[in-house]
């Protein structure tokens, strides 16, 4: 992972963390876990493993560059209250629990890892939502996004959206929050670099980028 980084790409991480106003935790969310699988393609592999594994790659990447990183899980475990009695209300409990993660670090930002689904098979492309109750998270879903597509989707037309009240975090987030959908698993070639660990690798690594790119425009007032 760290054979990413080039020495003109340390110098703009100093740099960076120098001078920028941005946060220096960032809280990484790796999407279900645990029972709740997520989506899923012909393969058979669930969701949450690649949640999981980008969200570890994401970490590394952030932590070797002098960031706080937090994660709402580390494991393919439910963070919720799992003595409750039906899935529905289990899955209520993570979301809250997630929720009480990011809101305990106070000044943060907040990425959360996803992957996408839909019943026609010929969509593809990593599609970026972000929260619309702080004014940074747009320009921080923009920075991933242009990043994302210069290094791996070049043929990618798809804009950040904002989130609505069906994806929960981003809805009651307060800080620079954004979801990225990395790619379709419903897409048979998709599907298939989503699962490769060198291609997790990849994403994790266009999403860190985006998030110097962001990191680097907000600065200092002189």
């Not at 106003?21 to 645990?34: E, L, N």
């Not at 699962?195 to 680097?216: N, R």
Request: aromatic share 8%.
């Amino acid at each position: 992972m760290l054979s990413f980084l080039s020495y003109r790409r340390i110098d703009q991480i100093a740099s960076t963390l120098e001078s920028s106003q941005a946060p220096k935790t960032v809280v990484i969310d790796a999407g279900h876990g645990g029972e709740d699988g997520g989506a899923s393609g012909s393969s058979g592999i669930p969701e949450k493993e690649i949640n999981l594994s980008i969200s570890k790659d994401l970490e590394q990447l952030l932590t070797v560059s002098g960031y706080h990183v937090v994660m709402t899980r580390t494991s393919d475990t439910s963070i919720g209250d799992n003595t409750l009695g039906t899935i529905r209300e289990r899955k209520v409990s993570d979301m809250h629990e997630r929720l009480k993660i990011l809101q305990k670090q106070g000044n943060c930002i907040f990425i959360s890892i996803h992957q996408n689904y839909f019943t026609q098979s010929q969509y593809n492309g990593t599609q970026i939502f972000y929260s619309k109750n702080n004014a940074e998270s747009k320009p921080l879903a923009e920075d991933l996004r242009a990043k994302v597509m210069e290094l791996l989707q070049k043929d990618n037309k798809r804009q950040a959206k904002p989130a609505t009240s069906s994806i929960f975090l981003l809805w009651e987030a307060k800080v620079p929050a954004v979801l990225v959908e990395c790619g379709f698993l419903s897409n048979a070639e998709e599907e298939t670099k989503l699962k490769d660990p060198v291609y997790q690798k990849k994403i994790a690594f266009a999403i860190y980028s985006g998030f110097l790119d962001y990191c680097s425009g907000i600065r200092q007032p002189s």
